[in-house]
């Protein structure tokens, strides 16, 4: 069977890793801990191929024909 590149579908977001820059500005833009951001499973198979560990923060693109474009912000637990 085909290896299977998920991330390419089309109904599948972009989904980015941050750096840690990226990260403490982002908590601190919003006031908010890691522990306030929802939750991406560590298995998931939309970031298996982003090399994350549990902790580091994924950044979610998603278009939408009606809302245009939404930034969504996750931190990898293996929970």
């Not at 998931?44 to 090399?51: G, N, R, V, Y």
């Amino acid at each position: 069977m085909k290896n299977i590149d998920i991330r390419k579908h089309i109904l599948v977001p972009e989904h980015s890793k941050l750096t840690k820059q990226e990260i403490q500005e982002l908590l601190e833009k919003y006031n908010i801990t890691l522990n306030d951001l929802p939750k991406i499973l560590l298995t998931d198979s939309a970031i298996e191929k982003l090399s994350v560990k549990s902790g580091d923060v994924i950044k979610i693109i998603r278009n939408s024909p009606t809302a245009g474009t939404s930034i969504y912000y996750r931190v990898v637990t293996n929970e």
